[in-house]
């Protein structure tokens, strides 16, 4: 697997990393995950929140953890 920093809407902003993830399933860790992504990205986050639990699609999400690869 291969990730990047990115903004908001994706767009790269630093190079790509080799790495391995795996879906988190602990609440605890999603909660902290979540609250990460709140502190960030403020109002959007929310607003974004609130459409997709109208939509249903706030329960299909999944928190992964992502581990980069030791140079």
């Known amino acids: 697997m291969q990730a990047a920093c990115c903004d908001l809407r994706g767009k790269l902003l630093g190079p790509w990393h080799d790495g ?3 879906a988190l399933e602990d ?3 999603e909660a ?5 992504l ?5 109002w959007r986050m ?5 459409f997709s639990a109208l939509t249903g699609r706030k329960r299909r999400r999944v928190v992964m ?5 030791e140079d």
């Open 46 to 50: 929310r607003v974004g929140d609130f």
């Open 65 to 69: 953890e992502i581990a980069l690869a």
């Open 32 to 36: 902290r995950a979540y609250a990460a």
């Open 38 to 42: 709140t502190f960030k990205y403020g």
């Open 20 to 22: 391995t993830c795996r």
């Open 27 to 29: 609440p605890e860790h």
